[in-house]
């Protein structure tokens, strides 16, 4: 089944300890991004990849990092998170092509206190 | 920069009735995608229709209709014979037909739809 994954579904935390939220994808897709939504604000662009070693940041990359070391794989690094962070995540891919369709992951609720 | 603005953060609709939520948007660019996600309390963003702008024929999915005003850049999403199932957060969001960045999907704030028995 094509899907997209994120691990974990719900986690957290406490201000300052690090965390990672990992995000695959079995369609092959080369084009990978990283939401949060807030009430009110909608869905906003984190950080996005176009392929393997190749990112770049989106609309609130501030506190985040993230990597693609593989094309499956595109984690969500927390550094030092901070309450402000407190949100629902998204991991969406899409290979790309017409009819490019995005798929998203299931989310992934982060609290910080 | 594309915008994209949905002025009903709130709709109510009787069961079986129809209702319309608004969309509109901001481009200077003359090819694009539009979509409806819906997102119902289990989080799960599902796509509920798509429409190509060089489309002039308005999207249909069973229930789910568009009305596409592209001169009035506008993307209205009807829904008829509402069901219970329907209750859910509402996306219109655009993007680019180009790769890198410009491909990345703008979501605007969303309109809760709520379906009274």
């Known amino acids: 089944e094509a899907q997209v994954t994120q691990n974990p579904r719900y986690l957290i935390t406490v201000t300052g300890k690090k965390l990672t939220v990992t995000c695959s994808q079995n369609?092959?897709?080369?084009?990978m991004s990283w939401y949060r939504q807030d009430p009110g604000l909608g869905l906003r662009q984190i950080y996005y990849s176009m392929n393997v070693e190749v990112t770049d940041k989106g609309d609130v990359p501030e506190g985040y990092k993230v990597s693609r070391k593989e094309k499956r794989n595109f984690p969500l690094i927390l550094e030092s998170p901070s309450p402000n962070q407190t949100s629902l995540y998204f991991c969406a891919s899409r290979i790309g092509v017409p009819p490019d369709e995005q798929y998203f992951g299931p989310g992934t609720r982060l609290t910080v206190t | 920069a594309q915008t994209v603005t949905q002025s009903q953060p709130e709709m109510s609709v009787q069961e079986a009735e129809t209702v319309t939520l608004s969309c509109t948007y901001d481009?200077?660019?003359?090819?694009?995608?539009l979509f409806w996600y819906k997102q119902p309390p289990s989080r799960q963003m599902i796509l509920v229709i798509r429409q190509e702008a060089y489309k002039q024929q308005n999207a249909t999915e069973n229930r789910f209709s568009v009305n596409f005003q592209k001169a009035a850049k506008s993307f209205s999403l009807k829904i008829s014979d509402s069901q219970l199932g329907d209750a859910a957060m509402y996306f219109c969001?655009?993007?680019?037909?180009?790769?890198?960045?410009?491909?990345?999907?703008?979501f605007g704030k969303g309109t809760k739809l709520s379906v009274k028995p």
């Open positions: 481009t200077s660019e003359s090819d694009y995608y």
């Open positions: 369609m092959n897709h080369e084009y």
């Open positions: 969001a655009y993007r680019s037909p180009y790769g890198g960045s410009q491909g990345n999907l703008i």
